[in-house]
């Protein structure tokens, strides 16, 4: 049963759909990084902090965003955490830097096995060098596959032994390709855009080619091959683990419905931070995430909506909206307060 005021999957497809034909035919497909920066570094700061998350990781988002903007290590936490999270970020960056036409794809392919293997070996590298897996031989670190066989997961799905994963890799690699094929050049798919993506992703996760990192690894390729098709990358929260990892294990018996969802909502929502800035007039209410700035982070927007500091309403999604109109006004009375409290 679908919750009141929490629009129905047939609704999140359509609305993406809509969304990504207005940034296709309206703006002129997703702004690059460097036309977009503080966009796309938030987004940046926001699925390094997460993805690593998923896995344990337990530096909070400042801290996150003070290692990666100014290097700086703040907090007690153990080193591994901190590498953890520098290799991650310094994965998406790669993949964030592909964000190209289609006649950009390297050799014409959406993703290579060799891609497969950089991305792996730049996101574990830092945490690998002070904490290698205790379980790896010398030939399973960063980038190679693993030498043998993975015990079945908890919920019943067993990886396939480790002399196949060369060609499963492989296999895919083409799938990749042939998808994006499809969809560079407006072909029929087998299901909705999201579910095909969600196919995808979990193909790669249960191939589980690598001895650790299969989950950080496998979110990385994904928005590797949404940034390359043109769409935003997407970030799973922490707050969405229980049911990320549901929809992974109902997309293993061949469901891909939810996993298709949940890909579909945060595709739209990074959608919004691109296209409502230019498409909103000032009064327009659109989500908080949408009018991040260099000067007000996602959170200080929250937090300053949460205090009634900043003029916004917060729907019946939990999604918060405020105006550029009402920002503004947010930045004129903090800055009076600023320069009353330096006069006293």
């Not at 309206?26 to 460097?34: A, F, V």
């Not at 909502?265 to 908080?288: K, T």
Request: charged residues 25%; glycine residues 8%.
């Amino acid at each position: 049963m679908v919750g009141r005021g929490r629009p129905s999957r047939a609704t999140v497809y359509q609305r993406l759909d809509q969304a990504l034909g207005e940034l296709n035919q309206r703006l002129g497909g997703l702004p690059s990084p460097k036309e977009a920066q503080t966009i796309w570094d938030d987004i940046w700061h926001q699925e390094a902090h997460h993805s690593t998350a998923l896995e344990g990781n337990t530096l909070v988002l400042r801290e996150v965003q003070a290692l990666l903007e100014r290097g700086r290590a703040v907090g007690s936490k153990p080193l591994r955490e901190y590498n953890e999270v520098r290799g991650y970020a310094d994965a998406a960056r790669w993949v964030y830097s592909q964000a190209l036409e289609p006649d950009g794809w390297h050799d014409g392919r959406l993703v290579s096995v060799t891609e497969v293997r950089q991305v792996h070996h730049t996101a574990m590298t830092p945490v690998w060098d002070v904490e290698p897996h205790p379980d790896a031989t010398g030939s399973e670190g960063p980038g190679s596959f693993r030498q043998h066989d993975i015990r079945p997961f908890s919920a019943g799905m067993t990886p396939p032994a480790w002399p196949l994963i060369p060609a499963q890799v492989d296999r895919w690699t083409e799938d990749a390709c042939t998808t994006g094929q499809r969809l560079a050049s407006g072909g029929p798919l087998r299901r909705p855009l999201p579910e095909e993506l969600a196919r995808l992703h979990n193909d790669f996760e249960r191939v589980h080619p690598f001895i650790d990192g299969n989950g950080r690894a496998g979110r990385l390729l994904l928005n590797l091959i949404l940034v390359r098709l043109g769409y935003p990358p997407v970030i799973i929260f922490k707050r969405q683990r229980d049911a990320y990892l549901a929809a992974m294990q109902r997309a293993d018996l061949g469901d891909y419905g939810a996993l298709g969802e949940l890909i579909a909502r945060a595709m739209y929502d990074n959608l919004n931070r691109f296209i409502v800035p230019n498409v909103a007039g000032p009064a327009r209410l659109v989500p908080l995430a949408a009018l991040v700035t260099a000067e007000f982070s996602l959170a200080a927007l929250r937090q300053a909506a949460q205090r009634g500091r900043l003029d916004a309403v917060q729907g019946a999604d939990g999604i918060w909206r405020s105006s550029r109109k009402a920002v503004e006004a947010y930045r004129a009375t903090r800055n009076q307060r600023r320069r009353r409290s330096e006069g006293t």
